[in-house]
């Protein structure tokens, strides 16, 4: 019998270059060249001031835990060996929050404000998913 596996992102246009960088262990977030803003997750025109002159830019990784929770349920068979788990809001250096797990440390050890930085989980042949360690 073989594990089941758990499912994989399916890039929308907009995103498809952030999941590219993610595979080259890069974390690449929208990024305004108007009013220098940025954002997740990716879309065409720029939050902060509409405008349409954005790009993809290369982020330092670094953050701190907004806020979290910690899954002691099963919701999909391929995660069972790693409940619990936290999933967290993650705050950037440069702004944007994105939702990802915090690994490297039992889930009851995460705290809101701790700092954290991107690692990537090669999870399938040129998928990579960015997650977070404990700085």
Known sequence: ???PRKPLPRPAPESLPYWEAAAQHRLDMPHCQAC????????RTCPHCTSADVDMKTVSGRGKV???????RVYHP??????????ALVEL????????????IPAEQVRCDMPVAVV???VAENVSVPKFKPL
């Open 1 to 3: 019998m073989t594990e």
């Open 36 to 43: 220098d803003g940025f954002w997740f997750p990716p879309s």
């Open 66 to 72: 907004f806020s979290f929770v910690i899954y002691d």
């Open 78 to 87: 391929a995660f069972a060996t790693e409940v619990p788990y936290a999933v």
């Open 93 to 104: 250096e440069e702004g944007p929050r994105l939702i990802s797990n915090i690994v490297g």
């Open 120 to 122: 990537f989980d090669d």
